[in-house]
């Protein structure tokens, strides 16, 4: 136990970073509706859904056995990124292996010399493939029980001429109690290493994460809700943003004690309507104090999705409010290709 303290005091005190201070970046990104309607983090239930075991592997379970899932968003400025995955349960190990691929895609860009006159054109792309699976480590009875996760994942990255590869590992540990319907989890995400880096002897942070989350299904309401703290091992998430404040000068407005432990909170719920259909929404507060402008709050941090089922197929839509000028939408489809 006292290596694992060890380890995480060390993950504190070396990697400990918000965003825009690593290379990756687009590890962030959801590729899942799911995910992006829920504020950005996954609910910790044991389903189906492929999406869910890619964001904590020790969701991982026999149920997403032979599940295919294609997810695509159509981001900011022509960018567009997206995700393949694939479950199958492997009889012989008796573990189901989660595959994923997720590719981003910045577009075509125009080359240009020192006097502006276009040269040629260049593309930017980043890929990351990832293997993942999950064990129950301990069984407290038949509805308690304990899992460990672990997605083993490679990234590469290619901005104009330059390239750059990293590994890198989610890990995770789960804590189920089916009479309680209360379903907890620790996640550790892009724990790794830059392999290759963009410029030599310049080796960058990668967007390491430590977050933890509860989700309870309402007993007499089909409700299931989630509340995760993002970023626990950067205690003070908040920085000097002008656009919160009028006086433009001076910028210097001390954040309070609560609006600091605010921006680590994110809240969600999804309401299971009937096995074909759900609603979902989330609020990410940390997405609002630093996207909102004063006089344009708007739906900023909001989110909202919906999933319904026809036939084999299931699609997932969700809308998120990144900034009040251009909401983030996303789709997906989902089928258990063992029924054709």
């Known amino acids: 136990?006292?290596?694992?303290?060890?380890?995480?005091?060390?993950?504190?005190?070396?990697?400990?970073?918000?965003?825009?201070?690593?290379?990756?970046?687009?590890?962030?990104?959801?590729?899942?509706?799911?995910?992006?309607?829920?504020?950005?983090?996954?609910?910790?239930?044991i389903d189906s859904d492929p999406n869910i075991g890619l964001f904590n592997p020790a969701v991982i379970n026999s149920k997403?056995?032979?599940?295919?899932?294609?997810?695509?968003?159509?981001?900011?400025?022509?960018?567009?990124?997206?995700s393949i995955l694939y479950t199958h349960d492997f009889k012989k190990i008796k573990t189901p292996i989660l595959?994923?691929?997720?590719?981003l895609d910045y577009g075509i860009f125009e080359e240009t010399n020192?006097?502006?006159?276009?040269?040629?054109?260049?593309?930017?792309?980043?890929?990351?493939?990832?293997?993942?699976?999950?064990?129950?480590?301990?069984?407290?009875?038949?509805?308690?029980?304990?899992?460990?996760?672990?997605?083993?994942?490679?990234?590469?990255?290619?901005?104009?001429?330059?390239?750059?590869?990293?590994?890198?590992?989610?890990?995770?540990?789960?804590?189920?109690n089916e009479n309680k319907r209360i379903t907890s989890s620790f996640l550790i995400r892009n724990l790794g290493y830059q392999v290759i880096p963009y410029y030599s002897g310049n080796r960058e942070k990668l967007p390491l994460e430590l977050s933890l989350s509860v989700s309870n299904r309402l007993l007499h309401m089909p409700l299931r809700w989630t509340f995760a703290?993002?970023?626990?091992?950067?205690?003070?998430?908040?920085?000097?943003n002008s656009v919160e404040s009028d006086d433009f000068i001076n910028t210097d407005t001390e954040i309070g004690v609560g609006q600091k432990i605010l921006r680590h909170c994110v809240f969600s719920g999804e309401f299971l309507i009937t096995k074909n259909l759900n609603l979902r929404f989330g609020y990410n507060n940390r997405t609002r104090a630093e996207m909102i402008i004063l006089d344009r709050k708007s739906m900023v941090g909001f989110s909202f999705g919906f999933?319904?089922?026809?036939?084999?197929?299931?699609?997932?839509?969700?809308?998120?409010?990144?900034?009040?000028?251009?909401?983030?939408?996303?789709?997906?489809?989902?089928t258990n290709i063992s029924n054709f």
Not at 17 to 36: K, V
Not at 99 to 103: E, G, K, Q, R, V
Not at 229 to 240: A, K
């Open 229 to 240: 703290l993002q970023h626990i091992e950067t205690l003070d998430l908040t920085f000097d």
């Open 307 to 334: 999933s319904f089922k026809i036939n084999r197929f299931k699609f997932d839509y969700s809308r998120q409010f990144h900034h009040f000028s251009n909401p983030v939408n996303s789709i997906g489809i989902t």
């Open 1 to 45: 136990m006292s290596k694992i303290f060890v380890f995480i005091f060390v993950c504190y005190y070396s990697f400990s970073q918000i965003g825009g201070g690593s290379a990756f970046e687009f590890l962030n990104l959801q590729t899942s509706p799911r995910i992006s309607s829920l504020g950005g983090y996954g609910p910790n239930v």
């Open 64 to 82: 997403m056995n032979s599940f295919l899932t294609i997810n695509y968003i159509n981001y900011h400025a022509d960018i567009n990124y997206g």
């Open 99 to 103: 595959f994923s691929l997720t590719y």
């Open 114 to 176: 020192e006097f502006g006159e276009i040269i040629g054109e260049f593309t930017s792309s980043e890929y990351l493939f990832s293997v993942g699976f999950s064990r129950k480590i301990y069984n407290l009875d038949s509805l308690r029980f304990f899992n460990f996760g672990v997605n083993f994942k490679s990234a590469f990255s290619q901005l104009y001429y330059e390239q750059s590869f990293s590994l890198l590992s989610d890990i995770s540990f789960l804590y189920h």
